[in-house]
Every structure is written in structure tokens, then in C-alpha cells.
């Protein structure tokens, strides 16, 4: 496994690291026992970053985070969030206020059986609640040893500067894949950032961790991903790029790496995931798996290397439709 510095922390991240949205059963196929199976298969082969938050599954995932990680808390990091809350009927709304963060933390904790967690991020902005009573908040947490990291989600660069006057932020989670890489949403969400053309390279600058999300296009980018097949329930249909005119031209661009990854003898889902690993402003890929033979595949993407000139044969795959 190859380990990278999350931001000025001194935390040596797995450059693969594993996001538990799945975990949450809020995809087709997704079980508990499955799930526990593949995070402690990913932590045996060197996987030690674990991505979470309360709302995948409202509170599910971090349960099931929680009952794998049982006696190896000492070998990973977890990243959770705050500031994401639903209501009876599963809708979600943001709520980044002083009394909702101690509360999430306090119950983030309790379901994930530990004491701290080493990253704590911020979901999404909330232009309800002033910057300074969330961050100066964060930074209370990090005092008091429950938190040992502050982290953002989906933050711009303009509100990253501004919440780094109340305290320290070490990373900045992004939605960043093959196809979005300049998205302008995510599950009709509003992006009021870049991550190809701002993000990547504002963190390598300011030495703040990079952690793309949705590295494989929320299955997208894999070689078995059948849009038909997915269920009402799946929450993958409400991706943009999973439906009407974006669909088909993705599908298009599809096909053209399937080619690429066909000339090494590789699945699209590792090629995907090793051009991001060939990014050095990478920190930590979140990648989900459904089960213990989808982390295999995963870790095979450190077996071999793109290219520089396949690396420009995708670049212009990428860009035709731009």
C-alpha cells in the first residue's frame, strides 16, 4: 500500500482509502455482514482511512464502521462528518449550529464505539449559520480531544480561507472522478468549486489534503455498471451524470477507456482509480466496496502504472466532450 501525509498533520493516509456510503444500505446488493467483511479485508491489506458520516444510512454506516473496527482501533483513521441531519421522512437538511455539532459528535462517537475521531469534517456549507460559530465550535472539539482533525467537504476556496481563521483545516473532500472533474453538482446539490481546475492544485499549494469521492462515478466507471438495473431505492439515480443527455455521453466516453484498460489487460475500475493515484495531489481516494472481492479489485490498481502517453490518450478522451 502506498501511504501519503494527510495536509501538515503528520497522519501517513493509505492512498486508498474506503468510504462507507454503501455501508449505509442506501445501494442495491449492500448487507451488514457483507460490508463488516470488506472493511476488515481493507484494513489486513494496509487500508487505514475510513470515510464515513451519519446520514449514509442515518446512522447505519457508522454503526457497521464501528462493529468491523472492534480491536484494531489502533490501525486506521476515521474521518466522519457533521452538519448533515434528516427528519422522519429521510429528508436531509444542513445544520452546521454550535448545539446540533456537539450533538452529532457525541452521538457519531457513540455509534462508532471510540473516544475521538481523527478527522472531523464539515458535510457541506451552510449559508444559514455564520462560519465563526461553526469552526470556532470544531476547534472547541479538537481541544477537548474528541476530534484530532478538522476537515471540509465540498468547500470553496473562498470559504476555506474564511474558516481558517477560527482554526486549523487539514483537507478538503471533493467529488473528483474521470467524469467529474468540473462538475457544477452532485445529486442536484450545487458545486460552487472546481476540483480539476481550482481545488487540486489550491491544496497542493496550501499543503492541504486532497480526498477525492465518487472516484468511480458512483459505479460508472466500472466495466458491470447497468443503469436499468438500478432500483428506485438506489440513491445512484438521482446522479446527474446517470441520466438523459450526460447518460449517453458518458456512456461514450465509457467505452473509450474500456479500450484503454483493455490494453493492459486491466478492468475500467482500476483505471480509474490509478489515474487518480498518479495524481500527486491526491491524498486519499475514497472508494466504496460491497464486498471483499470489490476491495481486491481495488488494490490491484497498485500493480501497475498508466503510461505517460496513455496518460494523454485519456486526457483527450476526457476532454472531447468539454
Given at each position: 500500500m502506498l501511504y501519503r501525509q494527510l495536509g501538515k498533520t503528520g497522519l501517513e493516509v493509505s492512498v486508498l482509502g474506503y468510504g462507507c456510503w454503501a455501508a449505509g444500505?442506501?445501494?442495491?446488493?449492500?448487507?451488514?455482514?457483507?460490508s463488516i467483511r470488506a472493511i476488515q479485508t481493507a484494513i489486513d491489506h494496509g487500508i487505514n482511512f475510513f470515510d464515513v458520516a451519519p446520514v449514509y444510512g442515518y446512522g447505519h454506516a457508522e454503526k457497521v464502521l464501528g462493529k468491523a473496527i472492534e480491536g484494531r482501533r489502533d490501525k486506521i483513521f476515521i474521518a466522519t462528518k457533521c452538519g448533515l441531519n434528516w427528519d422522519a421522512q429521510g429528508r436531509t437538511y444542513r445544520n452546521l449550529t454550535r448545539e446540533n455539532i456537539l450533538r452529532e459528535i457525541d452521538e457519531s462517537l457513540r455509534r462508532l464505539g471510540v473516544d475521538y475521531v481523527d478527522l472531523y469534517q464539515v458535510h457541506w456549507p451552510d449559508p444559514n449559520v455564520p462560519l465563526e460559530e461553526t469552526f470556532t465550535t470544531l476547534d472547541e472539539l479538537k481541544k477537548s480531544g474528541k476530534v484530532r482533525h478538522i476537515g471540509v467537504t465540498n468547500f470553496n476556496i473562498s470559504l476555506i480561507e474564511q474558516a481558517?481563521?477560527?482554526?486549523?483545516?487539514?483537507s478538503n473532500q471533493v467529488l473528483y472522478n474521470m467524469i467529474d472533474r468540473n462538475s457544477d453538482d452532485y445529486h442536484g446539490l450545487d458545486l460552487n468549486y472546481r476540483s480539476d481546475s481550482e481545488i487540486l492544485s489550491y491544496c497542493e499549494r496550501e499543503q492541504l489534503g486532497f480526498i477525492p469521492y465518487s472516484p468511480l462515478c458512483q459505479g460508472l466507471l466500472t466495466d458491470h455498471f447497468d443503469r436499468a438495473a438500478l432500483s428506485d431505492k438506489d440513491v445512484r439515480v438521482f446522479n446527474r451524470q446517470l441520466q438523459g443527455e450526460a447518460l449517453e455521453r458518458n456512456l461514450k466516453i465509457r467505452a473509450e477507456l474500456q479500450e484503454v484498460a483493455g490494453d493492459y489487460g486491466r478492468p475500467l475500475a482500476q483505471l480509474a482509480l490509478r489515474w487518480l493515484i498518479q495524481k500527486p495531489g491526491v491524498t486519499s481516494i475514497i472508494a466504496g466496496s460491497l464486498n471483499e472481492k470489490h476491495v481486491q479489485e481495488n488494490l490491484a490498481a497498485f500493480e501497475w502504472t498508466i503510461s505517460d502517453s496513455d496518460l494523454e490518450r485519456i486526457d483527450k478522451i476526457l476532454t472531447q466532450f468539454d
Open positions: 444500505k442506501q445501494w442495491d446488493n449492500a448487507s451488514d455482514d457483507a481558517k481563521q477560527y482554526t486549523e483545516i487539514v
